[in-house]
């Protein structure tokens, strides 16, 4: 039921913060010593600002000592986590692969950048798929994250760090990326909100791009409260990227009802469409239970839930994996050895290249690699890319026609539960499988696609 | 010095050493081509290839007989932008390497392209000024490959759908080269942005990489394969050097590498449709190199045509080497480079709107196409009509005069001859002088008018030229004013009479020649200011009545 949800951490923080309740260095050792004793075996950060995150939060006690309230900013003491494929201009940011060890990047990322202006400290770098390819974090150059409710499963992936780093309690919100379901299927894992806002509609500028037409840059907390929050202050126009939206950004938390001042039957005209192929065969049963649950809550709140299909729902895998491939093929061209990251010494020009990527890019990274540059060679280029682009077309319309229809449409963020660590490392294609859920509507580039895991209302 | 590789040369290029950052060896021949980092001391020919040999032409004609060449170019331009194409940092040629980067141009992990609206300005403004097609939305694409001074792997450029295309460039080929108006087809301009350039080690162990030129905004200018000699190659590119001047979206110059041409050359027998084998040459660093890299190429293929051995003719690179007057052998292309293009989801579609190109349609300023049409109605010959309105400073200087009532023919002349024959001695551009355009027309005025004699006009200009001023002060300081008083000068005349009693008895013997020397000696007593008509008319009429 929705009263047993979790407070919202960040408008706690706000209050003892503002109250005089607790210290931000307080809250932030707090955080810390969770940190420090689950981190051994969750293992959701490649890297650790806890001294800088320590400073920063003694540097926000002085300020409101001499400052008073003002100097508690929107996200003041709140410890972030930032999945390791954002740029942070002091800190190591690796995108989890070797390729990119030791590299630091001049800048931060303008989702970390205004997060930080708006006082949130970050506390470090969380772990994910090298790149973000992968769905389960164990395709990180680095280490196996595991998930906090059960240490013998994935938290999912590829922003699996970032998740369990807020399931565990390790921070209180947490930046992620989502490409093809990569803030939703590990939200949905590790038992946490993930948001993975419209494309566009969070500036990418920092984001190593994976797949650039398909990122998109998210947030994890553990209420939909507080990733209305973290998503209010990321999002907006970027001039650094041209594809970010400049629509106007709502207070998204403001938009939101208490509990307690909602009536009895809330969503009282609203019609909610079940994708009627997302609960069908290779889907969990306990997961098919789970949303139908879902729904009929959603229904004795008062809204109109119907199972709605979407014929081209199973096109939208295979198209996905070819154009984010093909992107992918280009994007990871710069990491060549020559400027920044790992190089190895060579005899020539294509023995460096060849070598650095040898040996600084994961397997999984190169097979995408080369299926995209595959998808793009000529006399391919038509039967793979193009095909694929008119596929994302015929998705995107039956998702607008389906939207035409209903205000909202639901489905399971995957169609299982948790993988055990191991399971699919070596069935790339069950992996890929799984995202089917989660390819579907960033395939159609759908407005504010997939909010959180159901499961958490 | 360190050379600097033209970027044609990619990988087949590397060779084999050991340790360093890894680095590009010269081979011969190329060990001895000029570069473009050193040929940049060399001065580029003001205006067109006016040096080149008469005899080069005809000899190449003499060797085309029975085959035709076909020849096609590819320029590109680079925008004199404030900044690059799409980020902010700044380039100028020759600063310190890698001191105008930032994390896009140097392609940092998470860096986005942002594109800079000059670029499409210039692009538009050129597309118009070569009678194209301008495309409302055309969009950027990604061109991949491998190598150190592209930081990306990829280059943003426009592939299938480019901002404007299928248009033309009217050019008339210089007198001595036998005139003749030409015209050439565009096939397409499209954006792109430059890549950094290598800088190889003099012992050939390493190669560093500069970044500042990556992401430098170039326009690809393509034209049709309309062009069938070197000379006519050679004005294409001259023209489209003066039209982007005359619209200032580059600075043009070729020793900076801000305006390249890498042509395609084949040749067929005359009356055959299908093309030859084409072969692109490349490392011209002046349309003096263009038209004889061309010429010789020419004669290259004919004459393997002739000795039956066209099959040596392959699609490859070759490289114009100054020095031996003959292109090399760069690369040979193993089949066609797949660049894997598609479309780059960084930027949006560039959405043009009929406002918007009507504004800068509106903003042109008259070509130099216009300008030669004008002048030519002014009947001044075609000679003038292509000095004049060639270089954008001198047609701008010209049409001033002209503007404060010279007449047009004078100008011209006055333009063409002494202050042509100074800028030359000085080398000088017309712009750099201290001549004014008023003061031109006034000098024009005041012979016309007789104040001045011609003579004293021409003192009096090359000081106008050096120190500036006006005709009018020039003409008071130094008591200048011709002297038109018949009394005064035939006062002159009697004094000289008089004083060379010698000359006169000659004269009366019959030496009627020294009628000049009398002229000469009044013309040095009145300081040159005597009206010569006058004085010629008083000196013969006294010899007349003295004899």
């Known amino acids: 039921m929705l009263a047993t949800g979790p407070a919202p951490s960040i408008l706690s923080i706000r209050e003892s913060l503002l109250s005089g309740e607790r210290t931000a260095a307080e809250i932030t050792t707090d955080y810390l010593s969770r940190l420090r004793r689950t981190e051994p075996s969750v293992r959701s950060f490649i890297h650790v600002a806890d001294a800088a995150a320590e400073r920063e939060a003694e540097e926000l006690d002085r300020r409101i000592a001499t400052e008073g309230q003002d100097a508690v900013e929107p996200l003041a003491g709140v410890l972030v986590g930032v999945k390791d494929n954002l740029c942070t201009a002091n800190m190591p940011s690796t995108g989890g692969s070797r390729i990119l060890d030791g590299y630091r990047p001049a800048y931060d990322a303008t989702a970390v950048r205004r997060l930080r202006e708006a006082g949130a400290i970050v506390v470090g770098k969380t772990n994910l798929d090298e790149f973000g390819m992968g769905s389960t974090t164990e395709g990180s150059g680095f280490q196996v994250t595991t998930n906090p409710w059960d240490d013998s499963r994935v938290p999912g992936g590829s922003s699996g760090g970032s998740a369990s780093a807020v399931s565990a309690r390790q921070c209180v919100v947490s930046l992620g990326s989502d490409t093809g379901g990569s803030v939703r299927q590990p939200a949905s894992f590790c038992g946490v909100v993930g948001l993975k806002p419209t494309y566009g509609r969070v500036s990418r500028f920092g984001l190593m791009a994976y797949a650039s037409s398909l990122d998109v840059v998210g947030c994890f907390g553990s209420s939909v409260v507080d990733t209305a929050t973290i998503l209010s202050v990321i999002a907006g126009h970027d001039k650094m990227d041209s594809t970010s939206s400049s629509h106007d950004v709502p207070d998204y938390k403001s938009e939101l009802t208490p509990l307690d001042l909602l009536e009895s039957k809330p969503l009282n005209g609203m019609r909610i469409g079940v994708i009627q192929e997302t609960l069908g065969e290779g889907v969990e049963t306990g997961v098919i239970s789970s949303i139908k649950g879902a729904a009929s809550h959603l229904e004795q709140l008062g809204s109109v839930v119907e199972e709605v299909s979407l014929p081209s729902f199973s096109l939208g895998l295979p198209a996905y994996y070819i154009l984010a491939s093909s992107e992918a093929s280009s994007n990871l061209s710069r990491y060549d050895g020559i400027r920044y990251g790992r190089q190895i010494s060579a005899d020539d020009l294509n023995e460096l290249y060849g070598g650095s990527r040898a040996n600084g890019l994961g397997h999984e990274v190169k097979m995408r690699i080369l299926m995209g540059t595959y998808a793009l060679s000529a006399g391919y280029y038509d039967a793979y890319y193009k095909r694929a682009q008119q596929v994302r077309t015929l998705v995107k319309k039956s998702f607008r026609e389906a939207l035409e229809r209903y205000d909202i449409l639901v489905s399971p963020a995957a169609p299982s539960a948790a993988y055990k660590i191991g399971e699919k490392i070596n069935d790339p294609l069950a992996m890929y499988a799984g995202d089917i859920m989660t390819i579907i509507s960033v395939t159609s580039d759908v407005k504010r696609s997939a909010v959180a895991d159901l499961k958490e209302w | ?547």
Not at chain 2, 236 to 254: C, D, F, H, I, T
Not at chain 2, 288 to 300: L, P
Request: aromatic share 6%.
């Open chain 2, 1 to 547: 010095m360190a050379l600097t590789l033209l970027r044609g040369m990619r990988t087949p290029m590397v060779a084999r050493r050991n340790s360093g950052l890894f680095f590009t060896t010269l081979q011969p021949p190329l060990s001895r081509f000029t570069t473009r980092a050193e040929s940049a001391q060399a001065t580029e020919p003001k205006s067109a290839p006016k040096s080149i040999q008469l005899a080069t032409k005809e000899a190449a004609e003499q060797k085309t007989q029975g085959f035709e060449a076909v020849i096609g170019i590819e320029t590109h331009v680079q925008l004199s932008t404030v900044t690059k194409a799409f980020c902010s940092c700044p380039y100028s040629y020759g600063s310190q390497p890698n001191s105008t980067v930032c994390p896009t141009c140097m392609g940092h992990p998470g860096t986005l392209p942002v594109l800079n609206a000059k670029v499409v300005e210039c692009a538009v403004k050129l597309g118009l000024a070569l009678n194209c097609e301008i495309t409302m939305t055309s969009k950027f694409d990604r061109k991949q490959y491998f190598y150190p001074d592209l930081p990306k792997g990829y280059q943003i450029s426009q592939f299938d759908i480019p901002i404007a295309k299928e248009g033309y460039l009217d050019l008339d080929l210089p007198v001595e080269f036998g005139g003749g108006h030409r015209r050439f087809g565009i096939t397409r301009v499209h954006m792109e942005e430059d890549a950094g350039k290598l800088l190889h080690s003099e012992s050939g162990s390493y190669s560093q990489v500069d970044l500042n030129r990556a992401g430098v905004p170039l326009l690809e200018i393509v034209s049709e394969p309309d062009m069938r000699t070197g000379i006519e190659a050679a004005e294409y590119g001259a023209e489209l050097q003066r039209l982007v001047r005359y619209l200032g979206v580059s600075n043009g110059n070729m020793q900076e590498g801000s305006l390249r041409c890498d042509v395609n050359v084949s040749v067929r027998p005359i009356g055959q449709s299908k093309f030859g084998t084409k072969v692109e040459i490349k490392n011209m660093n002046s349309f003096s190199a263009i038209n004889r890299a061309i010429d010789y190429e020419i004669s290259r293929q004919i004459l393997l045509h002739k000795e039956g051995q066209a099959d040596q003719i392959v699609q490859e690179t070759r490289l114009w080497d100054e020095s031996s007057q003959k292109t090399f052998t760069m690369r040979k292309k193993e089949g066609l480079a797949d660049y894997r293009y598609f479309p780059e989801p960084d930027l949006p579609e560039v959405v043009l709107t009929s406002d918007y190109i009507d504004e800068i349609q509106k903003s042109m300023p008259e070509l130099p196409e216009a300008k030669r049409r004008r002048y030519e109605n002014m009947e001044l010959s075609m000679q003038d009509v292509l000095f004049l309105a060639n270089d954008d400073n001198v047609a701008r200087f010209f049409d001033s005069t002209l503007e404060h009532g010279a007449d047009a023919k004078l100008a011209a002349n006055w333009i063409m001859g002494d202050i042509a024959a100074y800028l030359k001695n000085e080398k000088l551009s017309i712009d750099e002088i201290k001549l004014t355009p008023l003061e031109l027309s006034e000098l024009i005025a005041s012979i016309k008018n007789g104040t001045i004699s011609g003579k004293i006009g021409k003192e009096i200009l090359i000081e106008l030229i050096a120190k500036g001023g006006t005709v009018k002060s020039v003409i008071e300081e130094r008591d200048l004013v011709q002297i038109a008083d018949p009394a005064v000068i035939e006062a002159m005349v009697d004094q000289v009479l008089a004083d060379n009693p010698k000359q006169l008895e000659q004269y009366r013997s019959g030496k009627t020649k020294l009628q000049g020397f009398f002229a000469g000696q009044v013309m040095k007593a009145s300081k040159g200011k005597a009206n010569p008509v006058l004085l010629n008319k008083i000196l013969g009429e006294k010899l007349k009545a003295n004899s």
